[in-house]
């Protein structure tokens, strides 16, 4: 055998060996976690997709926010069943009752608000979709774990910061004060979280 062909499939076990070991590591625990947190995933991008864009800025984004926020709280409640850290699980908490404040105070506005009033331009659905395409992309390019705790952070990491482009959108196009107000909110609840989710990857240090 040449030194090429020697190489070759030396190279090829080693690549066969970590591919298994890997799979061994993911324990079926972590692989429910997996599916459940993927389902809750398609299930937000799927509601954020089906919203009809009415070019009303403050309509579209409490349209949006909702299952955007309800994905949070799927997310949130699904990491409550398999998480072990119990600041983690502090934190999963506080989102399922923030968001679901949040969700409240959007339907509220959208119960008041009445038949929708366009008056924004192409501009605003293209960073809408830009921001949740960034968001969806973001979320699906990190590799799961065997970990819940740490991929649950870096995940809702990603997750806030969608929430976080889309009110600051809303800032800069809507008008109704309700509306900003939220946006508002969820700027600064959602920038905190990331702070204390970074906090808590940098403390747990990241799985092996």
């Given amino acids: 055998m040449n030194k090429l062909k020697f190489y070759t499939v030396v190279l090829l076990t080693a690549l066969f060996s970590v591919a298994c070991n890997k799979d061994e590591d993911v324990t079926p625990g972590s692989m429910a976690f997996h599916a459940e947190m993927d389902a809750a995933m398609q299930k937000m991008e799927q509601g954020m997709a089906a919203v009809e864009m009415t070019m009303d800025p403050d309509v579209d984004f409490a349209h949006m926010m909702l299952p955007h926020h309800q994905g949070s709280i799927d997310m949130s409640t699904i990491v409550l069943k398999y998480a072990t850290h119990p600041e983690l699980k502090e934190m999963a908490q506080k989102f399922i009752d923030g968001d679901t404040e949040s969700k409240a105070r959007l339907q509220a506005f959208l119960d008041a608000h009445g038949a929708p009033a366009p008056s924004a331009g192409a501009e605003f659905k293209q960073e809408m979709e830009q921001a949740m395409m960034k968001m969806n992309q973001n979320m699906k390019a990190y590799n799961m774990s065997n970990d819940p705790d740490y991929d649950f952070a870096e995940t809702m990491t990603h997750h806030h910061q969608g929430a976080i482009d889309m009110s600051q959108i809303e800032l800069k196009h809507g008008k109704d004060q309700p509306a900003l107000n939220e946006a508002k909110m969820i700027i600064e609840h959602q ?18």
Avoid at 191 to 208: A, C, M, S, Y
């Fill in 191 to 208: 920038q905190k979280d990331i702070v204390d989710l970074g906090k808590f990857r940098n403390e747990h240090g990241q799985p092996r």
